[in-house]
């Protein structure tokens, strides 16, 4: 049978978190994440205020305001990282994130990188490379896999 190729996995759960990153309330990057396991999108998170709060494009962003530079004090930032938000969806939807496969549009902060280690996420697939890199000693030393997967639009 010929016809049209399959767009593999990898390639559509990509695809899907840069679209979940266009709901991002950030400035700086619009981060999108999925969660995916034994094939099935498990949950999704993009980065922006916690419930409740406003969000950065409606009160502008700290960070931006007084140059704090792209992966640094993490904790002057108003937003929930997108992987945070992805793992916090997957705990309040009852689904395990053991062995799962993290898809990001960004690779993660090291914040992320010991929530996704502690989730038991076995793989991380990534797009754009993020300001702070420290987060892959720690997936070395644990033995999360992580693979760069550029996205071409």
Do not use: W
Not at 3 to 14: D, T
Not at 44 to 62: M, Q, V
Not at 122 to 150: L, R
Request: aromatic fraction near 8%.
């Amino acid at each position: 049978m010929g016809g049209i190729e399959r767009v593999p996995l990898e390639e559509y759960v990509m695809k899907i978190a840069h679209v979940v990153g266009e709901r991002s309330t950030s400035f700086r990057n619009n981060v999108g994440a999925v969660i995916v396991k034994n094939k099935h999108i498990v949950s999704t998170g993009y980065n922006g205020a916690p419930r409740g709060l406003d969000h950065c494009l409606d009160i502008g962003c700290y960070r931006k305001e007084h140059n704090v530079p792209s992966g640094q004090k993490h904790e002057l930032c108003r937003a929930v990282h997108a992987e945070q938000n992805a793992i916090i969806q997957a705990s309040l939807n009852g689904a395990s994130t053991e062995d799962a496969v993290l898809f990001c549009t960004h690779s993660p902060c090291i914040i992320c990188a010991k929530m996704i280690i502690n989730a038991k996420i076995k793989k991380v697939y990534y797009a754009n490379e993020y300001a702070d890199q420290s987060a892959m000693d720690y997936f070395k030393e644990v033995g999360v896999e992580v693979e760069h997967m550029p996205f071409a639009e």
